[in-house]
């Protein structure tokens, strides 16, 4: 097993070391690049030679790589522009991250908890109109953009019936204690209920409408793999020995199925940051995917590369753990 992992840690640092060299040649191919974004209107021949010279630009490119990596390393992307200007781009990143897991938190388990049991059903009434419906409703999850799904949301549960919020993560002026930066756990921590509640209503909206392709994707794997594991030989030798139905679903058909859903769900975690883009955007919940949209649009690129590094991170480490998982599932992987 700990060779399995030293394997797959190593396997992670080439994923990462690669993207940080695509990631350095996109940043300087750029229009102007970051001193231009620095400086803006400010920007002379004089101040744009000083600060290239300040900034290093002005060595060899395989130089200036190093010295990006090593920054990198030390958690140094240099201050931001536009999305908190003259904040340290690293606590930008820091401030930003709660929000985004909280929301992904959340989003995730809604897509867990309804896609895996409904998927199970469903390929247990195959061809019923219980499967048949949970199929189009799954695709419709799928078909419908994030943003169009978010913006009804928002018209219908905040604007038209005033039910949940409408954008933001808590409500302004409350008296709330900031202890870890989740604002619900804060709550809860501080026996701040009525903090706590608000909190968790801000993220109903937001994660309802980014759990919708990723329940979709675990219902029709989970469906799939269920329909494959049931017309395996050991389940019908399991039935023919009159072995109890929960016994059948639990030790035979759910721990079989559940390794390509476990595949898919550290995917869907990993992928939940390009659907918090527009999911942050359209309620202003402030968190690393609104962070990333105002950089990209305002080039601030300190805060966009740390951004882009650290979703990079974020996505390998999930496919470790579930690797990792996968291994304890099935034990043949480890040898692979």
Known sequence: MIRFIVRRLIQMAGVVLVLSLLLFMWLRSLPGGTVSAILGERQTPERRAALEAALGLDQPIWVQYGKFLE???????????????????????????????????LAMLIAVSLGIPLGYLAAKRSGSVFDNSAVVFS??????????????????FAVEWNILPVSGRQTVGIDATRITGFFVLDGLMTREWDAAWDAFKHLILPAVALATIPFAVIFRITRAAVLDVLDEDYVRTAEAKGLTSRVIRGRHVLRNAMLPVTTTIGLQIGALLAGAILTETVFSFPGLGDALAISFRDKDYAVLQVLIMAAAAIYVVVNLLVDISYAIIDPRVRTR
């Open 139 to 156: 695709l419709v999850g799928v078909a419908v953009p994030v943003f169009f799904l978010a913006f009804m949301l928002k018209y219908w």
């Open 71 to 105: 920054r990198a390393v030390h958690g140094n992307f240099g201050v931001s522009t536009k999305v908190l200007p003259g904040t340290d781009a690293f606590e930008v990143f820091l401030m930003r991250l709660p929000a985004t897991i909280e929301l992904s938190l």
